[in-house]
């Protein structure tokens, strides 16, 4: 079946501590987006990919870190310097970068400070 | 600043009823908007699409865009406990050929 996985489902992060959230796909899709949630509000992008070994940074990137080696995978690393982490990550990918396109997302992974 | 707007919520609508939820845009050149639906604790899911304005028809859901108000509204109809979720509304920014401006999302109830 095709679809986007996101790996782990939870995850708790020390401080001081950077964690990388997985993120795979076997849509063939060119390309990939991070979102984050937090309670009660709308998703913000925090970076998005439109073709392996480019991306570019969204509304909040700060503290976090991408990279795009395949078209498979687009993995986020949430970084010491996001001082606030906790909340809900989802990834997501469309047929091409072109915002006409819908975005199909991952089940998303939690991110908790121990 | 481009904003989706939508009520929060939560909407309460009886079982077998019509449900409408609304999200006014304020980027005049947005051409595409997106519903999705996200059941508490799970990711967003695709509900509907449209492009063009007037409505568009899929089973128990109708999507409706009217640029020139700058609104867009779902319909669904027959409403199921199943259907109680948040749906969220996006829009293709004009401004970015490749990002959506996404809505916080109405939480919708159906009573049984």
């Known amino acids: 079946d095709g679809g986007i996985t996101q790996s782990p489902k939870y995850l708790f992060r020390k401080e001081g501590q950077n964690v990388t959230l997985s993120c795979e796909q076997n849509?063939?899709?060119?390309?990939m987006y991070w979102y984050r949630q937090d309670p009660g509000q709308g998703l913000r992008l925090i970076y998005y990919s439109q073709i392996v070994n480019d991306f570019q940074k969204g509304d909040i990137a700060e503290g976090y870190s991408v990279s795009r080696e395949k078209k498979e995978s687009f993995p986020l690393t949430v970084t010491s310097a996001q001082k606030n982490p906790t909340a809900f990550y989802l990834c997501?990918?469309?047929?091409?970068?072109?915002?006409?396109?819908?975005?199909?997302f991952g089940d998303g992974t939690r991110l908790s400070i121990l | 600043q481009k904003e989706v707007e939508q009520n929060s919520g939560p909407l309460s609508v009886p079982e077998g009823a019509i449900a409408s939820l609304n999200c006014t845009y304020s980027d005049r050149g947005s051409q595409s908007f997106f519903w999705y639906r996200q059941y508490s604790g799970k990711s967003p899911e695709l509900i509907m699409f449209?492009?063009s304005n007037g409505d568009k028809e899929d089973g128990r859901f109708t999507a409706q865009l009217n640029k020139a108000s700058q609104y867009v509204s779902l319909l669904i109809r027959d409403s199921q406990p199943s259907d109680s979720a948040t749906y969220l509304c996006?829009?293709?920014?004009?401004?970015?050929?490749?990002?959506?401006?996404w809505g916080a999302g109405t939480k919708l109830i159906i009573k049984p």
């Open positions: 996006a829009g293709a920014s004009s401004g970015s050929n490749y990002q959506l401006i």
């Open positions: 849509l063939n899709h060119d390309a």
């Open positions: 997501a990918s469309s047929n091409s970068g072109r915002s006409n396109q819908p975005q199909h």
């Open positions: 449209i492009y």
